[in-house]
């Protein structure tokens, strides 16, 4: 079993919250997203950037959680916003349609 995700969170200001996510975001790591991502979402006025920049994987487990993370926002007054994605992770989400719900920050990174 791989749990190769590192999750750090740091406020950058008042009202926004930057979660750095490092590794890959699969069936085993997915659990340890949420449970810190989650929370966040539940503080009204927030904006949560998550920079994606080091993750090198997401599978369709992790796409949930970021599926349950954008319904908890929209519950809370809060807001999600995705940064830095890979070109393949970033295909991931334009396949499913999920970048015309979420928020994507259009900067792309490069993949091999």
Do not use: C
């Given at each position: ?20 996510l490092t ?31 080091n993750v090198s ?56």
């Amino acid at each position: 079993m791989n749990m190769n995700l590192e999750v750090e969170v740091a406020e950058k200001n008042k009202t926004t919250v930057l979660v750095l996510l490092t590794g890959e975001v699969d069936a085993y790591t997915a659990p340890k997203l949420k449970e810190n991502l989650l929370p966040l979402t539940k503080k009204e006025g927030t904006l949560i950037e998550v920079n994606l920049e080091n993750v090198s994987y997401m599978d369709s487990t992790g796409l949930g959680v970021f599926i349950s993370a954008l319904k908890s926002t929209k519950a809370n007054n809060s807001q999600l916003k995705l940064m830095n994605l890979e070109d393949r992770i970033l295909r991931l989400f334009e396949i499913t349609g999920l970048d015309s719900i979420i928020t994507i920050d259009s900067t792309v990174r490069g993949g091999n």
